[in-house]
């Protein structure tokens, strides 16, 4: 076992080196050349590997906590199983890495490249994603509990079963992603880009959707409870037996949407647009809190307007 704590390899050339389970403690390896290098459970905990290039080695297991990793070339590098705990990697180049079952609690990854990673399975609670790009990455059954996802790019991203409970996603790219089965609740996806995204079975109670865009997404028998939707564009979205029970539909757009089954028992529905949504019914809509200033086909405004007409009165709260 090569110990090589606090050495000073500046620039060096350790291309194919193997170094596994050498201790590089607090080493300099500034722009270093790791490619293809075998640190297999090194010891890099607090390492700088500034725009070090480590393109294809394998870090299985290693230790990198609070290594500093900023710019650094990280292409299809194996980190599995890896201790990234508070690293920095900040605009650090990722596309195809295996990051499998990687602890990246509170590592900062702010613009990294993180395109077609395997993620599966990586704590990254409380870790700072904002504005990284981690289109097409593999995140099943990611911990991102807490984590700050301001404008990542989640683009056909695969988060099944992921935990984003209290994750700030505000404004982030969630594009016909895959979130079936994830835990949302509490999480803020305002102004989020969520058209397309398979949402079936999803947790988002008392998530912040407000002017999310939703278009078609797929939100079957997900838990939408206490959740705000404020604004939001829900055209042609599947809400088939979710649950919105006392959720905010203020000004939501829910055109052509198919709510067959949903639980719209205490809902804010003042100002939606509910023109041609599929399967809604005078049951449905006599739970609800208020249509006041609800757009509906003439046909069941008319009913609604004879059966439950305390619905259409001018609120009495601010809402």
Request: a neutral charge; one cysteine or more.
């Amino acid at each position: 076992m090569s110990d090589l704590k606090e050495a000073d390899l500046k620039a060096g050339n350790l291309g194919k080196a193997n170094l596994k389970g050498a201790n590089l403690k607090g080493a300099n390896l500034l722009e270093a050349n790791l490619r293809w290098a075998n640190l297999e459970e090194a010891n890099l905990r607090w390492a700088n590997l500034e725009e070090a290039n480590l393109e294809g080695a394998n870090l299985k297991g290693a230790n990198l906590e609070w290594a500093k990793l900023e710019k650094a070339n990280l292409e299809r590098a194996n980190f599995e199983k890896a201790n990234l705990r508070g690293a920095k990697l900040e605009w650090a180049k990722l596309e195809g890495a295996n990051l499998r079952g990687a602890n990246l609690k509170e590592a900062n990854l702010e613009w990294a490249k993180i395109e077609r990673a395997n993620l599966e399975k990586a704590n990254l609670e409380r870790a700072n994603l904002e504005k990284a790009n981690l289109e097409w990455a593999k995140l099943e059954g990611a911990n991102l509990e807490w984590a700050k996802l301001e404008r990542v790019n989640f683009k056909r991203a695969d988060l099944k079963g992921a935990n984003l409970e209290g994750a700030k996603l505000e404004e982030a790219d969630l594009l016909e992603a895959n979130l079936r089965w994830t835990k949302l609740e509490g999480a803020d996806l305002k102004g989020a880009k969520l058209e397309g995204a398979n949402l079936k079975g999803a947790n988002l109670k008392g998530a912040n959707l407000k002017g999310a865009k939703l278009e078609e997404a797929n939100l079957e028998g997900a838990n939408l409870e206490e959740a705000n939707f404020e604004e939001a564009n829900l055209k042609g979205a599947n809400f088939k037996g979710a649950n919105l029970k006392g959720s905010n539909l203020k000004g939501a757009n829910l055109k052509g949407a198919n709510l067959k089954e949903a639980n719209l028992k205490g809902a804010n529905l003042k100002g939606a647009n509910l023109k041609r949504v599929d399967h809604l019914s005078l049951d449905h809509l006599s739970k609800v809190k208020t249509l006041y200033d609800t757009k509906l086909d003439e046909e069941l405004l008319i009913i609604l307007k004879e059966k439950c007409p305390a619905l259409f009165e001018v609120p009495d709260y601010d809402e």
